[in-house]
């Protein structure tokens, strides 16, 4: 709760706490504080146990952190039921957009990466998607696409 607090915002703190309170009252609300603190830790376990007691022994393996959505996704992403860790694996990015970039500029991509491609499943050749224009005669005017307008 306090990780992100520095040595110098305690100190700030404590000087306030000892101003507003004074000095001969701050230990009684320090305990109030600790007090109130420690019955509503108590509330909300007892209240978390009687709810595990009433989902019966079929849920006995649930836990709270388990509803918050990024904990959700995580524990279901890390489950290999699926076989996402052998896709994820499979799928190299950083691979893919060179190969892409490599198409779109003209170049011959790495014959490394394309057999790597090849053997990682992709179907068939590589496509060339770079569009190479036919020199134009003297007077003729260049093709007019309708879908780039």
Known sequence: MFNDIGALELVTLIVLAVLVFGPDKLPKVIQD????????????????????????PEFKDFEFEDLNPKTF???QLDNDD??????????????????L?????????EPSSAAAASTSGSSGGSV??????????KDERPPYDADAT
Do not use: H, P, Y
């Open 128 to 137: 060339d998607m770079s569009k190479k224009r036919a020199a134009l005669e």
């Open 101 to 109: 970039t490599d198409a779109v500029q003209g170049r011959e991509s």
């Open 33 to 56: 504080v600790t007090r109130t603190i420690r019955k509503i830790r108590e509330f909300s376990d007892s209240a978390k146990q009687d709810i595990r007691n009433e989902l019966g």
């Open 73 to 75: 996704i995580r524990k």
């Open 82 to 99: 699926l076989g996402l860790k052998e896709m994820r694996s499979s799928f190299d990015l950083k691979k893919e957009m060179a190969e």
